[in-house]
Every structure is written in structure tokens, then in C-alpha cells.
């Protein structure tokens, strides 16, 4: 049986066919959710809720151009444009979206989400750096998009692509460098353990090679 | 960079590590779009919430329990490591079972376990609170007070590990204080069994243990490149760096480096012992709102362990209690003590102060203490130990091993369907109500010993007033212990029976006198004999009143048993529809009880009376009335949450429902539903909701009430078992609604439903008959005139012997009678009927009602069949006065009847009055639509009254187009000919 592609699920699912709409769900759903996870965390599936009904309602501006994926990340960063422009009305921001960040509006995922502490830094990172530049290091190398495609989902030039990609990194590498030095500091604190345990060992009268017994 | 080559290398940081977040958000996005069920579902129980927190190994949700309608929290395990397989799995599993096996007060309850999609899940009580941590210090309170909720968790503590746990993690983050005041440790994420399973690996996270996580509940699968410690014998500094290594596994892997014993901090893998280290800093650490052993490095507060230096305790503190503080925080576990029940009882005996005698009529003395069960007889002697406030699970009357395996055998011997489904019910609400006991039980002690809040006399008042609450529900265990069909089948009802443990809070017993021991034992066989009289054994009952009765003795009228006696045989009297007497004995019981000072049980009774007659006794304004005087009784008693409020708010919606006013009914009973279900009384509130189905279905919105019901009875056999009789009321109640929508078929269905499970369960019951009478009226309305008459015949007899012939019923199946041989053509028959449910209605209406009206108009029917003109219009007189009175001049119901008078007026040539009449009934019954056959007598009749002329002809045209489409055809040609039409 052959594989029915995403286009002509969606255009079923705007025609009525809910089944179609199911299994265009699942094949797109995980990747829309981490879009949105990683950036806004608990109201992440009204978001991606949101763009579903986005992309049906908006379905005769889609020309099939790009890939329905790409045109779901369009519609999802556009999304959260939208959202994070009221969250970033309430605060009064005057920057442009673009340069802001989603730390700047006080919004991250929520402190429940708990990570390994490298992966914890990388994210805090992220969220540092400008959302688009955000979107487009996220799109790159986790989701494996082209330049081409990466040029639909920000709505720029397929050349300068590239150059946000590199400014993206250099971005993040600032930030990361920044986290890192002050859990670094932490790092130190720790070596001293290693004279402590010796130490210890004198406490207890005990040799510190079977210490474990 | 070495983290970014890292992630490009690895991939991108998963901000939901198992997807269980993720799978969660899926289904609900997926059900918004698509419909269906967006809820996530645990074991066919549990609908998934919110997330509540997360931790390295865990996340912890909310979610609610269907099978009981209450809110748990789940913790989710990381799904099990590839690597782990079974073995690991059924590791969690195991320590999940031995969690459950605590049921202890100050340990928050396991309620059930299981595996979810590779992912291990506890589903646990749910705690709203704030941890100990959060909850500021009162700087002023007294040592005591700041040492008591950390004895409180002790006794927990020590409940864990009789069960062979280990907590490992103990601290002031991991103690809940609920709403109710009561301490709770959580937080087994790191709970292990005290026995090894791999006897080698002493050290925590060695790579040998690799078939799973080395950790067990809540640490979640190890890979092997988490673990970063190498086998022993290595020289690597990490082995001689265990406090470093311990950092960086994962955090909450192993425990807060702060509260560690010096043996974890060593490498050691925690023991009881350890715990009971954390738990002595916890102490200390409240004692004197710092922390003992310097913060700073762990060199630094091993340092000060060693030299054990604990810091500034306060000098109030017993001397007593400051060496058992320090034993239990020795360095070498050896030194602390054996365990941590020896610990408690060391601090408690340290506090104990001077034995006060407790003088109060009744406590002392009782030689048998049949029920002074929470006191154990040592209380009683005067040279015992006071007793402390401590729980003391040994006070299970009436809910022991022993009873609790009774009841669940007995229901089993029934052999009814739902028998298993309802004991585990049973069991499940009956320990609810066992914990809550304990609980009061507790804290009524605290507020006198403890607190200081509360004087010694009202201590032993409301213990008093407790154990004779134990006693009444031991009497209902017991007969749940010894269940026949009948008790199995109303369990709810039983249950919804459970004496309200507020009645014994300290505002209730204000100002009531107390009671003497010979009272207490009439008092719990005045429980018995009311749980019997529920099970519907009247027999019974009234033994058991009896009984009492003669306990009591004669001299003491005024008092609370003589006057539940009373209440109890009034309560058979409405049982056995006596009504008059009934509720005129309750009502005096009520007064009596208002004077004698039993202002709780005055509101008890009121409560009831006003919710037996709010709408069943047709006397609205008495009704009205007496509900007033039932919200005040229970506002004087003025205990918080009572059971009693949510009763009420609900019987006023159904006075509102039996006046007719169907939007003031649901306005209310959604409301009462909103509070009963925040109170988690569930079995009020799906009576509520059936009240709510009935009043949807009255004024029409069919489609509103339709799946209430159904609803309700897929819950009902969720959980109380397959046919459960109680679903008989609903498919009865769908069945009607079905006639009044007209859809005779599925009427039928759940009709016939409804009489299946009516009759299994309690015979020819009133149930079944009134399902059968409704099946008479779909024959009737399809024009099945000989089978709605057999049914009949067989009914009526049924019926009078059930109710009597003065019964409203009755009068319903007479009066149908009655129609049915009108329609037969048998008019003498007919009129014989009606007189007969004219009697009923009367009787039990008084001469004013709905229904009396309509039989008069029936009667008039008859008569003017018959040519009996004079009485004829007596009939109708008498039945539209009624009507009119009633219903208003303009209702839909006047229009037969006043198209019967008029057509007696045309015949008697009466033609002004005739016309009056005809005029009304056709406006009327044009507007109602459905009456076809009654519009088209009309329109003829009011032809024939108008004589001659444009509109006598038009109306008679319309009346034999009528007669013809409805198949009538004679009637259709004796239009034609009086009018002369084409």
C-alpha cells in the first residue's frame, strides 16, 4: 500500500476527513510539541492546538511550496510570535520580537522540568539568546532542516540563512560560556573533597582504600 | 565548545526525558481536535491532571480517581532502562507493594501501583499543604509544639520500616502538613528494601548492579554512562570521593547531602538507622531553627559530628529529651538507638507530665469498656501512664482483620452479581471513615495535651462522644459481617448511614449533656436497629428498638436514647407509609430533643424529616416550613462541613422541582452538586444528579437529561458491580423519559430493564409495578387496548395489596383503568374506576390536587358517554374549578376537559356557555399540538355550537379533514353529512 503523503492528508482534513486529520496529528505532532516545549513549556499543548487549527483554517494560503512540515514550523513560530508579543505587551516591551528572547519576557519552561545539568545549561542558553535564533539552531540540528526550508519557517532569504545560523551559534556559545563559568566555580568547590575524604577517613580511623565495607 | 559539539553530537535536550509529559499533552490536543477522550486513563481509574512537580527520576501528577471520586497524586518512574527488563521492573513493583503496606496516618497512603507503558506509576493520597520546610516557625511556640509534628512523622518513620522500608531521604521538604493539621511523610523516591538483594554491592551505583538502576523507586534507570563510579578496589578519586560522586549523579539520586548520616556521607548505603539519624537533625534543626552541624563543606559537618557539637538547644527542652536527641545522632549507627519507636517513646516519656484524674460521669468506672476504646484500659486505672497522643492502631474495633475478611465473605456468599464489587466499595469507604475516626480521635487529644487549646472536660466529653461514634459503626460493620441479599444490595445507603465523626467536634458538644454508660449500649442498638431498618428488615428494627427501649429504663424520657427509640419507630412508621404518623412522631422527637439540649441530634432528625417529606407528602407549605426549621437546627450546631447542609440545599431543590418550578430546581441542585462533590460525598451526589436528570426531563430537555442517566448508571456499575438494583431506578426513570419524548421503542428497552432488575432484587416491589404501569400507558397511547388491559388486571390487584386501594399509586393504575374501558366502549366499568381512583387521590392528596381534577374530567367523560348529562356537568365542573385553580385558566391540561363541558353544555342546549368553553379548548388545545383527535372533536363541537355562518363551515371542513387523516373515517362522514359539505 503506498504511503499517503502529508499534502493529501491535509487537503482530506479540510475536507472533512477526520481520520486523514488523526494520522496527520501523529506524524507531526511529537515535533511540533518539542518546538514549543522547549520554549514555553506547560502551555505548550494549547499551543501546538493552535496551530493544527491554524493550518486548517489557513490551508488556502499553503501552496505546497515547502514541505507540510516546514509549513507547520512557519505557522508554529508565527504562533509563537503571537503569544509571546501578549505576553511581551503585558510587560511593555518596545523591541523588536525578533531580538528578544524568551528570558527577557520573564518565560521559560516550567522550573518542574527537571534535566540533566549539562542539558539544563544548554537550555537555559537557548532561551537567552534572541527566539529566532532560537528557532533557526533548533530547526538545524534537531529537526534537520534545509536552508531552504529553515528560509520558509522565518520567513527570510534561503542566503541569509546561513549567517543567522553562525550568528545563532556565536550567540549561544556567549551564553553558554557565561553559565558555564559560574557552575565552574561550583566545580572548584568540589575538588576539595578529595583532601576532605582523607580527612574524613583520619575522623573515623579508617583507611581510604576500604573505605567501603 | 565542548557542551555545544556535545549536544550536535548527542542531540537536543529532551525537555521531557520520558515523553510521559508529552504522550499526555498528545492525547488531549489530539482529543480538542478530533473529539473523543483527551483524558489519560491509569488502570481504568485514574484521569491524569496536572503535572505537580518533577524530580531527576520522577514526576509526580495529579489525577482523579473515578472508582471513588477523589483526587490522588501519581508518581511516575522513568520508564524502565532497555537493559533492565522484567527483573528491574518487578523491583519497582515489589518496593511499590511494601509502600502500600504502610497504612499509617503520618505516611501518606499508597492506594495502588502498577506498570503504564514501561513506565512503573504509585498513585498515592493527595496532599494539599505545604511541607514542613514552607511552613514558617512560630518563634513563640513551645518546644513541645515545635517537637510534636516531628514525632507525629516518627511514628510514620517507624511504620516504614516494620514493613522492612527504608525511607532514606528524610527532611522537612518531605513532610506534608494537609489542610487537616495532620503531618504526612512523602517522597519515597528513594524508599529501598533493608534487605540487600545483591549482597555484594554494598556500594550504591556500581556498574555490577547494571541490570537496573541500583536504586529502586523513584531513581529511575541508571545507564551505564550515568553511573560514575567505578567497582571497589579502584584507586580512581572517585571512589575515595563518594560525596562528590553522589553530587553528580543525577540530583535527588541518593539523598540531600544535608541531612545525610555520616555513614551515607561515607559511601554506606542507608539504613533504618540513618533515618533515624535525618530525623533527629530535623528535630534538632526545628528545636532550634538552625541547622546542627555547621553548614558549609561536608568536611566541615562531619567535622562537627564527630565532635558532636548540636548546636544551641533550647533550655526548655527536658533534659530527657536532649540525651535521646543526642543518642540518636551518635556517629556510629551502632550507637543510636535500636530503633526509632524507642526513640519516640524516650522524647514522649520526657514531656509526660504529672497523671491528672479524669473525673467524667461515665469514663471511670466502666469496668467491661466495652467502647472506651481509643483510651485502652490502662487510661482507666490511675497509676497508668498518660496516655500519649500518639496513634494508636491497636484501637480497631469494629474494623479489624478479622471483620473486615467477615464482611467480604459474606457479601461473596450472597452470590449476587455486584456482590464483589460492592464489598470492595464497602471496605475502601468503611476504612475511610476508620482513618478519619483516628484522626479526631488525635486530634482531640493534641488540642488538650499538646496544643493546650482545649480544656481537660471537653477532652473527655468529646472522647466520650467518639467511642459511642466507634461503637455505632462497629454495630454497622457487624451487619455488614453478617449481609443477606438485602443488606449487599443497599450498601450505599448503608454506608451513606456512617455516623458523621463532626458530630463529635468540639463546637457540637457545647452545652449537650453527656451520656452514662448504660445509655451508651442502647445507643449503639439503636444504630443496629436503624442500619436494619435501611436494609429494609422492619422486623428487625423494631426488636431492636425494643430492645433499647428496655435498657433505657423508664425514668429517663428525656433522654438521648429514649428519644432515638422514638425516632426509630417513627421512622417504621414512614417506612411502612404511615406518613401522618411518621412524620407527626419525628417532629415531636425533634421538639423533645430541642428542649432536652441534643441540638445535634435535633438538627439530625429535622434534617430528615424535612428531606422525607419535601415533595412526597403534598403539603407544600408545611413542607416549606419545616425545611426552614431543619437549616436553622443545623446552623446552631455550626460545625464546618457538615454533612448536613449539603442534605438540605438538596432537598430544597427537590421542593422546588415538586412545585413545578423546574429552573429554580436545577439552579439549585447544580450548585449543592458543586459543593457535595468538592466535599467528596459522592453517594449524595449522584442521588443529586439523578434529581437533577429528573428535573431536566420534566420541563422536556430530553437530550440534556438523557445521558445523566446513562451516565450514572455506567458509574453505579463501575462501582458497585453489574445489576446492581439501584440501576433499576434509572432505566425506569430513562424509560419514562423515553414516553415523554415519545420514543416508545427505547422506552420499552429500558422499562422491561428496569423490571428485570426490580424484580430480581426485591420482587414484586413498588419499582416493578410502577414500571409496569408506565408499559400500560405506551399500550395505551399505541392503541393496544387488550394488552394494556391484561396488564392491568394483573397490576391492580398488586397494587392494592402493596399500597392499598387509598394510595396515590393505586389511584394511577385505577385511573388508567378507567381509561382503558372508556375506550373499550365498558362506560360503567370505567366510571367505577375512576370513583375508585378518585378515592385514592383524595386520600392521599386532599380534594385539591392536579390529579383529582383530571379524574373528575374523566368522570365527566364517562357520564355524558353514558347521557348522564346533569352529572356530567357536575363532573366537569368540579374538575375545572380544581384546574383552573391549580394550573391557571390558560394551561394546556384544561383543554379536554373543558371541550368535555362544552360538549355536555351543547347537548344540554346551552349553546352560549358551550361556545365559552369550546372557544378555550380549541385556542388550547391548537396551541398544545397534540392532542389530534381531541382539536378535531373540538373544532366539530364548536361548529356545531356556532350553528351556521363562514366560520361553523371552515371549522367544519378542518375537523372532517382531520377526522379523515387520523383514519376516522365515520366520523369524518357524520361531519360532511351535518354540515352539508361537498
Keep these: 500500500m503506498a504511503v499517503i503523503s502529508d499534502m493529501e492528508l491535509l487537503t482530506a482534513w479540510r475536507g472533512g476527513d477526520k481520520l486523514a486529520g488523526s494520522e496527520l496529528f501523529g506524524r507531526h505532532f511529537d515535533s511540533l510539541y518539542r518546538f514549543f516545549a522547549s520554549k514555553v513549556g506547560d502551555e505548550a499543548d494549547e499551543l501546538v492546538q493552535r496551530c493544527f487549527v491554524a493550518a486548517i483554517e489557513g490551508f488556502e494560503r499553503y501552496r505546497g511550496e515547502a514541505s507540510v512540515r516546514t509549513w507547520l514550523y512557519a505557522i508554529a513560530r508565527n504562533i509563537l510570535r503571537q503569544w509571546a508579543w501578549e505576553r511581551g505587551r503585558a510587560k511593555r516591551r518596545e523591541q523588536e520580537l525578533g531580538d528578544c528572547s524568551l528570558a527577557d519576557l520573564g518565560v521559560g519552561p516550567s522550573t518542574a ?101 | 565548545m565542548r557542551s555545544l559539539d556535545t549536544w550536535e553530537r548527542v542531540g537536543p535536550p529532551e525537555p521531557d526525558p520520558d515523553g510521559l509529559t508529552r504522550s499526555i499533552a498528545r492525547k488531549r490536543v489530539h482529543g480538542r481536535l478530533f473529539g473523543g477522550d483527551e483524558r489519560t486513563i491509569i488502570a481504568d481509574r485514574f484521569v491524569i491532571g496536572h503535572k505537580l512537580g518533577a524530580g531527576g527520576m520522577s514526576s509526580v501528577w495529579r489525577a482523579n480517581d473515578l472508582s471513588l471520586g477523589r ?66 516557625g512560630d518563634p513563640g511556640s513551645s518546644v513541645r509544639a515545635r517537637l ?8 510514620g518513620l517507624a511504620a516504614v520500616h516494620d514493613v522492612g522500608l527504608v525511607h532514606r531521604d528524610v527532611k522537612p521538604e518531605n513532610v506534608l502538613i494537609g489542610d487537616d493539621g495532620r503531618v504526612r511523610l512523602i517522597d519515597f523516591g528513594i524508599v529501598r528494601l533493608a534487605s540487600s538483594e545483591s549482597p555484594e554491592s554494598d556500594m550504591v551505583n556500581t556498574p555490577s548492579d547494571a541490570s537496573g538502576d541500583a536504586e529502586g523507586i523513584g531513581t529511575g534507570a ?142 471511670v468506672g466502666v469496668a467491661a469498656a466495652a467502647w472506651a476504646v481509643g483510651l485502652g484500659a490502662r487510661d482507666l486505672e490511675p497509676s497508668a501512664p498518660a496516655h500519649s497522643c500518639a496513634s494508636e492502631r491497636d484501637a480497631m474495633t469494629g474494623f479489624d482483620d478479622a471483620r473486615r475478611e467477615a464482611i467480604r465473605s459474606s457479601f461473596a456468599a450472597t452470590g449476587l452479581g455486584f456482590a464483589a464489587a460492592s464489598a470492595k466499595l464497602v471496605d475502601a469507604e468503611l476504612g475511610a471513615w476508620d482513618q478519619a475516626w483516628h484522626e479526631q480521635r488525635r486530634g482531640a487529644c493534641e488540642a488538650t495535651r499538646v496544643l493546650g487549646v482545649q480544656s481537660e472536660a471537653l477532652l473527655d466529653r468529646r472522647v466520650v462522644c467518639l467511642d459511642r461514634v466507634r461503637a455505632e459503626f462497629g454495630e454497622l460493620t457487624r451487619v455488614f459481617a453478617e449481609a443477606d441479599a438485602a443488606v449487599v444490595t443497599h450498601a450505599a445507603e448503608l454506608l451513606a448511614a456512617l455516623p458523621p465523626i463532626t458530630g463529635c467536634a468540639a463546637a457540637a458538644l457545647v452545652g449537650a449533656p453527656s451520656s452514662s454508660p448504660a445509655e451508651l449500649e442502647a445507643l449503639a442498638e439503636l444504630a443496629r436497629g436503624r442500619a436494619l431498618l435501611i436494609a429494609g428488615d422492619q422486623a428487625g428494627a423494631l426488636a431492636s428498638a425494643d430492645r433499647a427501649a428496655s435498657m433505657v429504663g423508664a425514668d429517663q424520657r428525656a433522654s ?14 414512614v417506612q411502612a407509609e404511615r406518613l401522618d404518623a411518621g412524620f407527626r412522631g419525628l417532629r415531636e422527637v425533634a421538639d423533645a430533643a430541642a428542649r432536652a439540649g441534643f441540638t445535634d441530634f435535633e438538627a439530625t432528625v429535622r434534617a430528615n424529616l424535612a428531606t422525607r417529606v419535601a415533595g412526597g407528602w403534598s403539603q407544600p407549605e408545611l413542607e416549606r416550613w419545616w425545611l426552614v426549621d431543619a437549616e436553622l437546627a443545623v446552623e446552631r450546631v455550626a460545625v464546618a462541613d457538615d454533612p448536613r447542609q449539603v442534605q438540605l440545599a438538596h432537598t430544597r431543590g427537590l421542593l422546588a422541582q415538586a412545585r413545578g418550578d423546574y429552573d429554580e430546581s436545577e439552579r439549585l441542585l447544580t450548585e449543592v452538586l458543586a459543593a457535595a462533590d468538592a466535599r467528596g460525598l459522592w453517594l449524595i451526589a449522584r442521588d443529586i444528579r439523578m434529581d437533577l436528570a429528573n428535573s431536566l426531563r420534566k420541563r422536556e430537555a430530553f437530550d440534556d437529561a438523557r445521558p445523566i442517566y446513562t451516565q450514572l448508571i455506567v458509574e453505579d456499575t463501575e462501582r458497585f458491580g453489574p445489576e446492581h438494583p439501584r440501576i433499576a431506578h434509572y432505566e425506569y426513570n430513562l424509560g419514562v423519559l423515553e414516553v415523554d419524548a415519545g420514543r416508545f421503542a427505547h422506552a420499552e428497552v429500558h422499562l422491561l430493564r428496569a423490571i428485570e432488575l426490580f424484580e430480581r432484587a426485591w420482587g414484586q416491589s413498588l419499582g416493578a ?198 383514519g376516522l373515517d365515520d366520523r369524518s362522514r357524520a361531519v360532511h353529512r351535518a354540515f352539508e359539505l361537498p
Design chain 1, 113 to 213: 522540568i527537571d534535566m540533566v545539568r549539562e542539558h539544563k545549561q544548554l537550555a537555559a542558553a537557548l532561551r537567552r539568546i534572541p527566539i529566532d535564533s532560537q528557532i533557526v539552531l533548533e530547526m538545524f540540528y534537531w529537526e534537520k532542516l534545509t536552508a531552504g526550508e529553515i528560509a520558509v519557517v522565518l520567513e527570510c532569504l534561503e542566503g541569509t540563512v546561513r549567517s543567522r545560523i553562525t550568528r545563532a551559534r556565536q550567540q549561544l556559545r556567549g551564553e553558554l560560556d557565561q553559565l558555564v563559568r559560574t557552575h565552574e566555580e561550583l566545580e572548584s568547590s568540589m575538588d576539595g573533597l578529595e583532601t576532605w575524604a582523607k580527612q574524613m577517613a583520619q575522623v573515623w580511623g579508617r583507611q581510604t582504600g576500604d573505605a567501603h565495607d
Design chain 2, 560 to 573: 438521648l436514647p429514649s428519644l432515638q427509640v422514638r425516632a426509630l419507630r417513627a421512622e417504621l412508621d
Design chain 2, 71 to 136: 483526587a490522588v497524586a501519581i508518581k511516575f518512574m522513568l520508564p524502565v532502562a532497555a537493559d533492565a527488563t522484567a527483573k528491574g521492573e518487578q523491583r519497582l513493583l515489589r518496593e511499590a507493594q511494601a509502600l502500600a503496606r504502610v497504612a499509617h496516618p503520618n505516611v501518606v497512603s499508597v492506594y495502588d501501583f502498577g506498570s503504564h507503558e514501561g513506565r512503573v506509576w504509585v498513585a498515592m493520597e493527595y496532599v494539599p499543604g505545604q511541607t514542613l520546610r514552607a511552613l514558617a
Design chain 2, 148 to 155: 510534636e509534628p516531628w514525632i507525629a512523622v516518627g511514628r
Design chain 2, 222 to 363: 541508571g545507564t551505564a554512562s550515568e553511573t560514575l563510579c567505578e567497582p571497589p578496589g579502584d584507586t580512581a578519586s572517585t571512589v575515595s570521593n563518594p560525596f562528590h560522586q553522589m553530587l553528580t549523579v543525577r540530583n535527588a539520586s541518593l539523598g540531600t547531602p544535608a541531612y545525610m548520616a555520616p555513614e551515607q556521607l561515607q559511601g554506606r548505603r542507608g539504613t533504618a538507622l540513618s533515618d533515624q539519624f535525618a530525623l533527629c537533625l530535623c528535630m534538632v534543626e526545628a528545636l532550634c531553627e538552625a541547622r546542627p552541624f555547621a553548614e558549609g563543606t561536608a568536611f566541615a559537618r562531619l567535622e562537627s559530628m564527630a565532635q558532636g557539637k548540636l548546636g544551641r538547644l533550647p533550655k526548655a527542652l527536658p533534659r530527657r529529651a536532649r540525651r535521646a536527641l543526642r543518642r540518636g545522632l551518635a556517629l556510629k549507627p551502632e550507637h543510636r538507638w535500636a530503633t526509632v519507636t524507642e526513640l519516640l517513646d524516650e522524647l514522649e516519656r520526657a514531656f509526660e507530665r504529672r497523671r491528672r484524674r479524669i473525673v467524667v460521669v461515665g469514663v
Design chain 2, 769 to 966: 409495578l410502577r414500571a409496569r404501569l408506565t408499559l400500560v400507558h405506551i399500550d395505551l397511547s399505541a392503541g393496544r387496548f387488550e394488552r394494556a388491559s391484561a396488564a392491568l388486571d394483573a397490576l391492580l390487584p398488586r397494587f392494592e395489596a402493596l399500597l392499598g386501594p387509598r394510595h396515590r399509586e393505586t389511584a394511577h393504575a385505577y385511573n388508567a383503568s378507567g381509561m382503558l374501558s372508556f375506550y373499550a366502549g365498558d362506560y360503567e366499568a370505567s366510571i367505577v374506576a375512576y370513583q375508585r381512583a378518585l378515592a385514592g387521590f383524595i386520600a392521599a392528596h386532599g380534594p385539591d390536587h392536579d390529579d383529582v381534577g383530571l379524574v373528575w374530567a374523566n368522570l365527566g367523560e364517562s357520564f355524558a358517554a353514558l347521557g348522564q348529562g346533569e352529572r356530567a356537568m357536575q363532573a366537569f365542573n368540579r374538575g375545572l374549578a380544581i384546574l383552573e385553580r391549580r394550573l391557571g385558566r390558560d394551561h394546556a391540561d384544561l383543554g379536554p376537559a373543558l371541550k368535555g363541558r362544552g360538549l355536555a353544555q351543547l347537548d344540554s342546549g346551552l349553546f352560549g356557555l358551550a361556545i365559552d368553553d369550546l372557544e378555550r379548548a380549541h385556542a388550547l388545545l391548537e396551541a398544545a399540538a397534540d392532542e389530534p383527535v381531541e382539536l378535531a372533536e373540538t373544532r366539530f363541537a364548536l361548529a356545531r355550537a356556532l350553528g351556521q355562518g363562514e366560520r361553523a363551515t371552515a371549522l367544519a371542513r378542518v375537523a372532517a379533514l382531520e377526522f379523515a387523516q387520523l
